[in-house]
């Protein structure tokens, strides 16, 4: 036991003296390798204050002591804090080290979190993926791909995985197995490579690394391809993916077509439309922040066929105007229209100005107007027949609306409300069909203009019900 605390205080004074570039002469460095061999016949376990594992002796097997100078006859300070090691483990205080973070180690050694210890096997944090191994590379435990799991694949292998959301589209391939077969991972791009449809990134689905990219289901974005049939409207793009920049190529350039279909709505048809009629606002939802909320004209009672901005409506014939909220609690709020009116120039003090919605209701002042959906849902639907003022080409329609709480009261006619509470206006314009019945400079046709201007907001008082 003497000998034994003897070699401890020995032992800690010859590396304190290395560590501080002091000399040792060759009898004391005798004495420290004869009581070394001592101490291991014995199976005595020896604590160091220190980072170097080559200085640690240990009896195999032998559990690792308290991590104290009382305990393990080291050493603790501040700056190197208090080792003690066991065979392979060392054990290093759990203040020294978080959870996921070797660096606290000695050079070789790596830190698990479960035992507050470092030892020599390998420990990558966080764990691996299935098709990944734990590497040493460079002394930092890293995971890298497992090439035995993709051996003998080829590019028939490759199966992208596609995600249709509402407003992304998103397709993914395995990282390591783009690799194996030589592809560069960060070579991604759409159709159209400008800047914005070449952004990748790395994920992780069914315990696979996987590099993604995203396409926005939108007519003309990063070169998306679009068809439609009566129910559905399809988004088509392709990713090209380079092969890598190596001496030997294995593989050659990948062109893989994916798409997304969504069942035609007031929305996605919107989408699919090169310049639809329509206008747009930012609404205030209260403790829900702002809510983007769109008016839209429809050719059909489906609200699935935009009316281009280019497009002209024959007088006398229906339109349908859609509107929406996005972005917003729809269990808690409801799209209300409270009015909507038609002027020859878009404005609202105009004396020829037709109302078509008053308090949620139809307005019912020379044209017909249809209000089949209102304070209901985040969607307000509007019928109007279309009419002009005579010798204009061109009718305004605009439409007061606001984010309805469905605790209070938000269906049904009310009377004209406070100009505060009146909400947020949208307006859009509708081209004429020429026609000489009604082209002239003469007197205003205000009936025919209002009728227009209630086909337009048809959908969206519609969708506020």
Known sequence: MILYLNFLELLGQTDLSRRRGEKRSDMNFLCV????????????????????????????????????????????????????????????????CSANDSTCCPTGLFWFPSDSCCTT??????????????????????????????????RSALVPLVKCEADTMTVSLSKCLLE???????????NDNSDSCTTTYSDVINNQRVQSIQAIPRTGWCGNVVTMDSSKVNYINSLHIGVQNKSIVTANPLNLTFSCAYNLTMQ??????????????NLTASGEGSAPT??????????TRPIQSSEEVLVGSDVFLGLFSSAVDGDKFALRVEKCF????????????????????????????????NGAALEARIKISSFAFQGQAQVFISCEVRLCDKNGTCTGCTSGRAASDAGDTLQIVVNLRDDNSYSSSGSHTAVSWAVLAASLLGPLCTKLF
């Open 294 to 303: 769109t008016m839209a004209a429809y050719w059909d009672q489906a609200y």
């Open 180 to 190: 194996y077969i030589g592809y560069d991972t960060k070579s991604f791009k759409l």
């Open 342 to 373: 038609a002027t020859p120039d878009g404005d609202a003090n105009n004396v020829n100005k037709v109302p078509l919605v008053s308090g949620g209701c139809p307005a019912n002042q020379g044209v017909s107007t249809e209000v089949q959906q």
């Open 268 to 281: 996605t048809s919107l989408a699919a439309a090169l310049r639809p009629l329509l206008s747009t606002v």
């Open 121 to 154: 096997k390998l420990n990558c944090a966080p764990a691996c993926l299935s098709d990944e191994v734990c590497a040493n590379v460079s002394g930092i435990a890293t995971c890298q791909c497992n090439t035995t799991t993709y051996a003998g694949k080829n």
């Open 33 to 96: 390798l004869v009581v070394a061999a001592v101490l291991r016949e014995t199976g005595a376990v020896t604590c160091y204050a220190g980072t170097d594992p080559l200085l640690f002796l240990s009896a195999a097997g032998a559990d690792p002591p308290q991590c104290s100078a009382a305990s393990c006859g080291g050493s603790c300070d501040s700056e190197n804090g208090c080792n003690c090691i066991d065979g392979t483990t060392l054990c290093i205080p759990t203040t020294q």
